[in-house]
């Protein structure tokens, strides 16, 4: 599809373990988003990456949370020692360019669930 | 941390009437997005109006901007049981490279 990817669309894991969280945008598309969304709420940001440098982390809650994009397309969000607080879903977007006034795709999200 | 405050948190209507949600901000704007989430979905784009204009239309959907107030609305006329949803104004705070911060969201219920 033409649409942005992401996988798993479940992801159960126990306290402690790492996951990785894959996130295939939309072809061609410079900016790429990570949004961490609790239940009831809004999606919060976490880090912006325009092609494959990592411009903007301040919205990653620890040291725990590492994400990349090396070859400018695909990302994935790695967490590390997950922790219960991380169960949320994490949504990933991306936007046709750099300039901020287009609008952002999303994909279906990746719930997490930590047990 | 949410920077927008959205109201009503929860808003429930019958098939054919309007639908108005509010939207507040603290910072300064380069534009303003609404978008719509169906329960266990991702986020879907409705309209995108930039911090020069008042006021923008796309189909049944009519947004409104006041930047002196910091406020935004969407109005849904005629709305049908498909636009039940949750829906959500994002701010892009003033980045050129549209980093959005989303307020907590309006529950829309349209009932057939």
């Known amino acids: 599809g033409a649409g942005v990817s992401q996988s798993p669309r479940y992801k159960v894991a126990k306290r402690g373990q790492d996951v990785a969280l894959r996130c295939d945008p939309i072809?061609?598309?410079?900016?790429l988003f990570w949004y961490q969304q609790a239940l009831g709420q809004g999606p919060e940001f976490l880090t912006y990456?325009?092609?494959?440098?990592?411009?903007?982390k301040s919205g990653l809650p620890s040291d725990r949370f590492f994400a990349e994009r090396p070859e400018g397309s695909v990302s994935t969000l790695k967490i590390q020692r997950t922790q219960q607080e991380d169960s949320a879903v994490y949504l990933c977007?991306?936007?046709?360019?750099?300039?901020?006034?287009?609008?952002?795709?999303f994909g279906d999200g990746t719930r997490l669930s930590i047990l | 941390s949410q920077q927008g405050e959205e109201d009503p948190q929860a808003l429930s209507i019958q098939e054919g009437e309007n639908a108005t949600m509010n939207c507040s901000y603290k910072?300064?704007?380069?534009?303003l997005q609404w978008y719509r989430q169906n329960s266990g979905r991702g986020l879907v784009h409705l309209i995108l109006i930039r911090s020069n204009e008042r006021e923008k239309h796309s189909g049944r959907l009519r947004v409104t901007l006041d930047t002196s107030k910091k406020s935004s609305s969407l109005l849904i006329t005629a709305s049908r049981a498909a636009d039940t949803a949750s829906y959500f104004c994002a701010t892009d705070g003033g980045t050129s490279y549209g980093k959005l911060t989303f307020g907590q969201g309006t529950i829309l219920t349209v009932h057939p």
């Open positions: 072809s061609g598309h410079v900016s």
């Open positions: 910072t300064s704007i380069n534009n």
């Open positions: 977007a991306s936007s046709l360019d750099s300039q901020g006034d287009q609008p952002q795709h």
């Open positions: 990456f325009q092609n494959e440098a990592q411009l903007d």
